[in-house]
Antibody
Framework: EVQLVESGGGLVQPGGSLRLSCAASGFTFSNFWMSWVRQAPGKGLEWVANIKPDGSQKYYVDSVKGRFTMSRDNAKNSLHLQMSSLRAEDTALYYC????????????WGQGALVTVSS | DIVMTQSPDSLAVSRGERATINCKSSQNLLATSNNKNCLAWYQHKPGQPPKLLIYWASTRESGVPDRFSGSGSGTDFTLTISSLQAEDVAVYYCQQYYSTPQTFGQGTKVEIK
């Protein structure tokens, strides 16, 4: 059974940093593109970032470029999102998601990690 | 960026009746590499992660009831729930994966009338 479990969410002050992690199991992690998708309170879904199976290519939504860094450890079946210079508008539930068959739809999602940016 | 626009924003349908959600993209989503439309549909219930229903515009994900169907091509797409059940109450999103950034529609809230 495919499982994605996020951790690392919490309350952080504006300008602060936070690192999210996602533990993957039930599939060959190193074969799949992975993503982060977020949902701000009362808003819709927003794609945040993708990473290639070998970690060599990463893509980010413009609003987080230069502030967020996505990485993966295929030996540990884990995904990470290092977030810095956090803003109030980054407040959201962050989902780890698997991209299906190398294409950009998301076939499995974690339960999400809540990030709140507030003073 | 490709803009995805759903209509309506919300709809209320009687149990057993048909629900139809439309999704329009600002660009053609037909991939020339495989002649398929790069469009997915998700169901999102409160307190749960989104669930993939449909990909390639009309391919139903494994385990999804056959009352859910997707259609359309190019820039205009439709998700149809043929006979609405109580458990289908949710917000539904379309999403294009033709190009990065992958973008979602604003969502359509489906309720029981």
């Amino acid at each position: 059974e495919v499982q994605l479990v996020e951790s690392g969410g919490g309350l952080v002050q504006p300008g602060g940093s936070l690192r999210l992690s996602c533990a993957a199991s039930g599939f060959t992690f190193s074969n799949f593109w992975m993503s982060w998708v977020r949902q701000a309170p009362g808003k819709g879904l927003e794609w945040v970032a993708n990473i290639k199976p070998d970690g060599s290519q990463k893509y980010y939504v413009d609003s987080v470029k230069g502030r967020f860094t996505m990485s993966r450890d295929n030996a540990k079946n884990s995904l990470h999102l290092q977030m810095s210079s956090l803003r109030a508008e980054d407040t959201a539930l962050y989902y780890c998601a698997r991209m299906g068959n190398g294409w950009g739809y998301f076939d499995y999602w974690g339960q999400g990690a809540l990030v709140t940016v507030s003073s | 960026d490709i803009v995805m626009t759903q209509s309506p924003d919300s709809l209320a349908v009687s149990r057993g009746e048909r629900a139809t959600i439309n999704c329009k993209s600002s660009q053609n989503l037909l991939a020339t590499s495989n002649n398929k439309n790069c469009l997915a549909w998700y169901q999102h219930k409160p307190g749960q992660p989104p669930k993939l229903l449909i990909y390639w515009a009309s391919t139903r994900e494994s385990g999804v009831p056959d009352r859910f169907s997707g259609s359309g091509s190019g820039t205009d797409f439709t998700l149809t729930i043929s006979s609405l059940q109580a458990e289908d109450v949710a917000v539904y999103y379309c999403q294009q994966y033709y190009s990065t950034p992958q973008t979602f529609g604003q969502g359509t809230k489906v309720e029981i009338k």
